[in-house]
T-cell receptor, first 116, second 110 residues
Framework: EPEVTQTPSHQVTQMGQEVILRCVPI?????FYWYRQILGQKVEFLVS????????KSEIFDDQFSVERPDGSNFTLKIRSTKLEDSAMYFC??????????????FGEGSRLTVL | AQRVTQPEKLLSVFKGAPVELKCNYS??????LFWYVQYSRQRLQLLLR??SRESIKGFTADLNKGETSFHLKKPFAQEEDSAMYYC????????????FGGGTRLMVKP
């Protein structure tokens, strides 16, 4: 059964460093997402991506964040200058259809980012 | 602004007992509600959505617009139901953004 895969599973970085989290969505899916979950808190939406552009983003997704689909298979999340409060589990997800058309989100296992 | 509230962080029941995981939402329009589940060491996955009106693994959930609730129920809990359960809402206006509740950990004891 196809799955969303994420790398790395865990990354430790120093504050101020750039981080790139990578995701390979399910191959025939058209919509891609990043969510994050700070330890003990809710799963929060960051950004959705469709047709090679951002379709929605939350207030969390500020200028320090960017997403890219560089080669038709990978979907990356970049944090330019990490802050302590960026420490979280980052989940990539994909869907074949939009949520408003009852598309189901398929999640990856997550990338745990620890900023020291 | 849309919000999803799951008032219980932990719900512990014995095997065979009925289960009800509470979910309340606030949204002025016509919401789409979902339940996602995360079993131990597994990824977050869809359990059910209100528009499909189906029972998955014995679980059902009814959207009550008057009470703005979408509680998840199962008449007889099984040990394998132990997991983290998240209620989520997609507002039509927001398109592709799910708003999650804080989650409820269900523990089913033998």
């Amino acid at each position: 059964e196809p799955e969303v895969t994420q790398t790395p599973s865990h990354q430790v970085t120093q504050m101020g460093q750039e981080v790139i989290l990578r995701c390979v969505p399910i191959s025939n899916h058209l919509y891609f997402y990043w969510y994050r979950q700070i330890l003990g808190q809710k799963v929060e939406f960051l950004v959705s991506f469709y047709n090679n552009e951002i379709s929605e983003k939350s207030e969390i997704f500020d200028d320090q964040f960017s997403v890219e689909r560089p080669d038709g298979s990978n979907f990356t999340l970049k944090i330019r200058s990490t802050k302590l409060e960026d420490s979280a589990m980052y989940f990539c997800a994909s869907s074949m259809d939009s949520l408003s058309n009852t598309g189901e989100l398929f999640f990856g296992e997550g990338s745990r980012l620890t900023v020291l | 602004a849309q919000r999803v509230t799951q008032p219980e962080k932990l719900l512990s029941v014995f095997k065979g007992a009925p289960v009800e995981l509470k979910c309340n939402y606030s949204y002025s329009g016509s919401p789409e509600l979902f339940w996602y589940v995360q079993y131990s060491r597994q990824r977050l996955q869809l359990l059910l959505r209100h528009i499909s009106r189906e029972s998955i693994k014995g679980f059902t959930a009814d959207l009550n617009k008057g009470e703005t609730s979408f509680h998840l129920k199962k008449p007889f809990a099984q040990e394998e139901d132990s997991a983290m359960y998240y209620c989520a809402l997609n507002s039509n206006n927001a398109g592709n953004m799910l708003t999650f509740g804080g989650g409820t950990r269900l523990m089913v004891k033998p």
